[in-house]
């Protein structure tokens, strides 16, 4: 069973405690080489001009895929608020395929809309309308149209 975005952790909702953690991280990963040092070779002074360079590399390079990391959360919590708002049940008329509006009445016409206006509405997807093998020998019958019947 997939988790829905209510059972996500607060802090991948919060942009700011995410860019936080991932600042001090890529200020955390810019320092290992120089921590490693101090501790190995205490005789390296801390701000040699070799720590300052590999540091202010490995801080770039954090930065950069901290900043693709938020892009792609920020993605998935878009994908994750698309999916909870299509996994709810749709009322869906047997015959004619048309959606009840969510907390309309089912006696009023208005109440009713064409399935590809809904998912449009939903999910900003465009409908280019065709027609199917199966039905193009159902409707026009008088071109010969046959399709395994």
């Given at each position: 069973m997939s988790k829905t975005s209510e059972e996500?952790?607060?802090v991948l909702?919060?942009?700011t405690a995410q860019a936080g953690v991932l600042i001090a991280l890529a200020a955390l990963l810019g320092n290992v080489n120089a921590i490693v040092d101090s501790i190995?070779?205490?005789e390296i002074p801390y701000f040699d001009p070799e720590h300052l360079v590999v540091g202010?590399?490995?801080a770039l390079v954090a930065t950069a895929l901290s900043?693709?990391?938020?892009?792609?959360?920020?993605?998935l919590r878009m994908a994750t608020a698309t999916i909870d708002r299509l996994v709810a049940l749709l009322p869906i008329c047997a015959h004619c395929k048309r959606i009840r509006k969510a907390g309309a009445d089912p006696n009023a016409e208005e109440s009713w809309q064409a399935i590809e206006s809904y998912i449009t509405e939903k999910?900003?997807?465009e409908f280019s309308h065709g027609i199917c093998p199966r039905c193009s020998a159902e409707i026009?019958?008088?071109?010969g149209h046959d399709h395994g019947r």
């Open positions: 996500v952790p607060v909702k919060s942009t190995l070779h205490p202010g590399a490995t900043i693709l990391l938020l892009l792609y959360l920020r993605r999910t900003g997807t026009f019958p008088e071109h």
